[in-house]
């Protein structure tokens, strides 16, 4: 008999508590050496970059101020900002410093809208061939479907701790958008 496949909510429930066990055990310390390693290995990679996509972290998700902070300041960094929590994200020019329809902190209503040609992608779970498991209300898949229809050139990286990688193929959906990479704080995944 055949033993059926995890679904994405499976996948996502089980990584949402591995996350949430792996950050809250990590010493600040710990923490901070982490994110400064992911820095080093993605900073290589944004050179030149006029526009960039970033996200405020959830308190389990590993935090791209470290990459933010070590750019040149040559580009624009955007995060994600939404009008209601029914409405399509897109990204405003930064900081994010007021709280969102979700309680995340995102630009003020009037800052700039910015198109990135880099987008950072928080994760829950992705494989090692881009499939990307989020927090299963589609506003990545949304977002980064919307852009890459307008022509623009788009590459996205998907941001997260080591044990946020996957082996094996996770399940997708027609609408799930890939990374065309990923980096942990020990490793770049060409994934296109």
């Given at each position: 008999?055949?033993?059926?496949?995890?679904?994405?909510?499976?996948?996502?429930?089980?990584?949402?508590?591995?996350?949430?066990?792996?950050?809250?055990?990590?010493?600040?310390?710990?923490?901070?050496s982490?994110?400064?390693?992911?820095?080093?290995?993605?900073?290589?990679?944004?050179?030149?970059a006029?526009?960039?996509?970033?996200y405020?972290?959830l308190?389990?998700?590993?935090?791209?101020?470290?990459?933010?902070?070590?750019?040149?300041?040559?580009?624009?960094?955007?995060?994600?900002?939404?009008?209601d929590?029914?409405?399509?994200?897109?990204?405003?020019?930064?900081?994010a410093?007021?709280?969102?329809?979700?309680?995340?902190?995102?630009?003020?209503?009037?800052a700039?809208?910015?198109?990135?040609?880099?987008?950072?992608?928080p994760l829950?779970?992705?494989?090692?061939?881009?499939?990307?498991?989020?927090?299963?209300?589609?506003?990545?898949?949304?977002?980064?479907?919307?852009?890459?229809?307008?022509?623009?050139?788009?590459?996205?990286?998907?941001?997260g701790w080591?044990?946020?990688?996957?082996?094996e193929?996770?399940?997708?959906?027609?609408?799930?958008?890939?990374?065309?990479?990923?980096?942990?704080?020990?490793?770049?995944?060409?994934?296109?």
């Open positions: 008999m055949a033993v059926p496949s995890p679904t994405k909510e499976a996948y996502r429930e089980d990584a949402l508590l591995m996350r949430r066990s792996y950050a809250s055990a990590l010493w600040p310390s710990t923490r901070a982490l994110q400064s390693q992911l820095a080093q290995i993605v900073l290589p990679h944004l050179a030149g006029r526009a960039i996509a970033a405020h972290p308190k389990d998700e590993i935090s791209p101020y470290p990459l933010l902070e070590a750019l040149d300041g040559g580009a624009k960094i955007g995060f994600p900002w939404f009008a929590r029914d409405s399509r994200f897109f990204w405003r020019e930064g900081p410093v007021e709280p969102g329809p979700w309680g995340v902190l995102q630009p003020v209503g009037s700039e809208p910015i198109v990135p040609g880099i987008v950072l992608v829950v779970l992705a494989d090692r061939t881009g499939t990307r498991i989020g927090h299963g209300k589609g506003h990545y898949d949304r977002a980064l479907s919307h852009l890459r229809e307008s022509g623009e050139p788009v590459f996205t990286i998907g941001l080591e044990i946020q990688i996957e082996d193929r996770l399940p997708s959906d027609g609408w799930d958008m890939k990374l065309d990479a990923i980096a942990t704080p020990k490793e770049w995944i060409s994934c296109s």
